[in-house]
């Protein structure tokens, strides 16, 4: 399909909010690009799970990290962490927590449509 298609997170199409956590969304063709912000103290398992119901992280994300600081963590004691200028691909099955007392932002172009969704 020919053509240029712009969006803008000044003026997201949906937005998230759940505890320390801010999801905008933007729409483009048939998919959508999320932009997070981690407040510092948040965990996946303490903000997120109560909203989802699962034990661990079960959306797959693909994105870049523009400020901030998470680590990631697997049941079985692997992970690591991402900071600004990273690009990662995190699978399902994590948990997630921001790293100081900075803000994370991260913009995502694989899970943004699930992601945080009740």
Known sequence: M???EVND??????????D???????KLGN??????????GWKWSECIKPAVGTDTCQVEHVGYVVSGRLGISYEDGTGGEV???????I??????WV?????AVVVEFQGAATYARV
């Open 31 to 40: 998919g959508e690009v999320g932009r997070y912000t981690f407040q510092p």
């Open 91 to 96: 699978a399902p099955g994590h948990d997630g």
């Open 2 to 4: 020919p053509g240029l």
């Open 9 to 18: 997170f000044s003026a997201p199409d949906e937005v998230r909010s759940p």
């Open 99 to 103: 790293i100081g007392d900075d803000p």
């Open 20 to 26: 320390r956590t801010t999801v905008e969304l933007v």
């Open 83 to 89: 900071g600004a200028g990273s690009v990662y691909r």
